[in-house]
């Protein structure tokens, strides 16, 4: 089955400056990325995903980059802010009814 | 309106026990999933339903029973309790079952004295 390896497991950072969190996945036939924030004791959030077929991706301070070759993909912010403080998972999946594997989260402090 | 809705919020109970806990979507969604995170904060699919038929069932004791009556609902039944039970547990939605963004409810923070 699929593996997804996360990278740092905490991170923290001064407020606006750049943190990037990486994954490796090992099942080659995954086409689907998605990255989701969980604020303490709120639920899990999509804030960003990205499909195979796309290199990278951007929504305002936010950016996925894929490398499929090297089978890993990574959360860029820029600018932190301290509401950018939270646990972020990356995760990824093949699709067809197969389950979406997470990360173990990156816990992101930004530090006013 | 809370688009992917459970109760109830928190659930303390002791070991043996039986428990349930409901989920609903009102976001017209094809599947539906139960989560469970750990203390460790790991996000682990139990089961996932399509249309009302079980899709996913992953390496869970036989004292979890999820019911879906319609593709709007998803249960969780928990029979005979036991400490390692307790956990937070995501009811989460999505538009279909093919690489569709998941959509998470609040959670339930079960504990198992």
């Known amino acids: 089955g699929e593996n997804v390896e996360q990278h740092p497991s905490t991170l923290s950072v001064q407020e606006g400056d750049s943190a990037v969190i990486k994954c490796t996945y090992s099942?080659?036939?995954?086409?689907?990325f998605p990255w989701y924030k969980q604020e303490l004791g709120k639920r899990p959030q999509l804030i960003i995903d990205i499909r195979s077929n796309v290199g990278e991706k951007k929504d305002q301070r936010i950016a996925v980059t894929l490398n499929k070759t090297a089978k890993h993909f990574s959360l860029h912010i820029t600018e932190t802010q301290p509401e950018d403080s939270a646990v972020y998972f990356c995760?990824?999946?093949?699709?067809?009814?197969?389950?979406?594997?997470f990360g173990t989260g990156t816990k992101l402090q930004v530090i006013p | 309106d809370t688009a992917v809705s459970q109760t109830p919020k928190y659930l303390v109970t002791q070991m043996g026990n039986d428990k349930s806990i409901k989920c609903e979507q009102n976001l017209g969604h094809d599947t539906m999933y139960w989560y469970k995170q750990d203390s460790k904060k790991f996000l682990k699919i139990m089961f996932s339903?399509?249309?009302?038929?079980?899709?996913i069932n992953e390496t869970v004791p036989n004292r979890f029973s999820p019911k879906s009556p319609d593709k709007a609902h998803l249960n969780l039944h928990i029979n005979s309790l036991e400490l390692g039970d307790s956990a937070v547990y995501f009811c989460?939605?999505?538009?279909?079952?093919?690489?569709?963004?998941?959509?998470f409810g609040n959670g339930t923070r079960l504990t198992v004295t």
């Open positions: 995760a990824a999946s093949r699709g067809g009814y197969q389950k979406v594997t």
């Open positions: 339903y399509n249309n009302k038929e079980l899709i």
């Open positions: 989460a939605s999505s538009p279909s079952a093919d690489n569709s963004p998941l959509h």
């Open positions: 099942d080659s036939a995954s086409n689907y």
